[in-house]
């Protein structure tokens, strides 16, 4: 069976610190592995990834794919507050239908 | 706000109820998604338009049709559902080849089913 695995399910940081998201997949058929940021409504696309070792960045958001051990982990570093969100990793199993497997998502609250 | 357009925002019907969920995309995206997401989990895949045609059904209740009339617009026709299907409905639409072409969202369509 097809599975992503998030860790860690929640999080509590201050502000300023660094933090590290880490997701997990055992799929038959890789093609690649997207990360999505979810507030209140609509998850937010940040990284699509599908090569080994190249980060992907974004301000203070990077991520990277390690697709031997089958992992990926998100980066956010000097977090701040609007940073609070549920953050999504999502891998796709099939490239006709672009089909997702989510992870369980981890929750980010950061506080002042 | 996102490309992609859900209405209503929110919704409340009875078991008896029949109406539909409303989804609009103009970023010439050629599929189209409904995913349901229950709280404090992530979101499940429910149906796949692929170039209007459908091409995946998760094993969905019948209760719940799809229908996608042109490459913009996708619909969901809810009839005789259970307090149950209570959730968040999402729509997503992406280019038709998938792997390289990420999913944008919709903000959602509330659902409460009494």
């Known amino acids: 069976e097809d599975k992503v695995v998030q860790s860690p399910l929640s999080l509590v940081v201050h502000e300023g610190d660094t933090v590290t998201l880490n997701c997990s997949y055992e799929?038959?058929?890789?093609?690649?592995l997207l990360w999505y940021k979810q507030e209140k409504k609509a998850p937010t696309f940040l990284f699509m990834l599908?090569?080994?070792?190249i980060e992907k960045k974004s301000g203070r958001l990077s991520s990277i794919l390690d697709k031997k051990e089958l992992f990926s982990i998100l980066n956010i570093t000097a977090t701040q507050t609007g940073d609070s969100a549920v953050y999504l990793c999502a891998v796709v199993i099939d490239d006709a239908t672009n089909k997702l497997i989510f992870g369980t998502g981890t929750l980010l609250a950061v506080q002042p | 706000d996102t490309e992609v357009t859900q209405t209503p925002k929110h919704l409340v019907m009875g078991m008896t109820n029949k109406k539909s969920l409303k989804c609009e995309q103009h970023m010439g995206h050629r599929a189209m998604y409904w995913y349901k997401q229950k709280a404090k989990k992530p979101p499940e895949l429910m149906f796949v338009?692929?170039?209007?045609?459908?091409?995946i059904n998760e094993s969905v209740p019948s209760r719940f049709s799809p229908e996608c009339p042109n490459s913009s617009l996708l619909n969901l026709h809810l009839h005789a559902l259970q307090p149950e299907d209570s959730a968040l409905y999402l729509c997503?639409?992406?280019?038709?080849?998938?792997?390289?072409?990420?999913?944008?969202f919709g903000n959602g369509t509330r659902l409460t089913v009494t």
């Open positions: 599908t090569s080994s070792g």
């Open positions: 997503a639409s992406s280019q038709a080849r998938g792997w390289d072409s990420p999913l944008h």
């Open positions: 799929v038959t058929n890789f093609r690649s």
């Open positions: 338009y692929s170039y209007e045609k459908l091409s």
